[in-house]
C-alpha cells in the first residue's frame, strides 16, 4: 500500500508545483472561450449583424453568419487578453522556481 512513486505534478519540498504548459493555457483559453461565447449571445441578442455592418462599413457586403463569427472572435480576443494578463499578474507563466522566489519577496 505504500507507493514510492512521487505525485504528478508536486515540485520539490520548498518550491511551487510544476504545472504542465497546456493546463496553464487552458486555464487562460477555456475561461475566455466561454465568455466570449456569453458575451456573442448577449450582444447579437440585442443588436442585429446585417445592421451593424451596414451602419458600420456601408461598402462591405457582411452576411449575417459573418457578422456572428466575427463578433465572437472580437470578443474571444478581448476576454483571452483579459484572461492572460490576470494570469501574467498572478504569476502562472513564470518557472516555478521564479514563483517561489517572487512570493518569498513578497512576504
Not at 512513486?5 to 520539490?12: D, F, S, V
Not at 508545483?17 to 456573442?40: C, M, N
Not at 470578443?75 to 492572460?84: G, P
Request: charge should be neutral; proline fraction near 8%; aromatic fraction near 16%.
Amino acid at each position: 500500500m505504500n507507493d514510492a512513486r512521487p505525485e504528478i505534478g508536486l515540485a520539490q519540498e520548498g518550491t511551487a508545483p510544476a504545472e504542465p504548459p497546456f493546463l496553464r493555457w487552458g486555464a487562460v483559453v477555456w475561461p475566455s472561450f466561454f465568455a466570449a461565447g456569453v458575451a456573442t449571445m448577449v450582444f447579437f441578442a440585442i443588436v442585429d449583424p446585417v445592421e451593424l455592418a451596414a451602419t458600420a462599413w456601408p461598402h462591405i457586403p457582411v452576411s449575417r453568419e459573418l457578422g456572428y463569427s466575427l463578433g465572437f472572435f472580437g470578443f474571444w480576443t478581448c476576454t483571452f487578453a483579459s484572461s492572460l494578463f490576470s494570469a501574467l499578474l498572478l504569476g502562472h507563466f513564470f518557472a516555478p522556481q521564479r514563483r517561489a522566489s517572487r512570493r518569498s519577496a513578497i512576504r
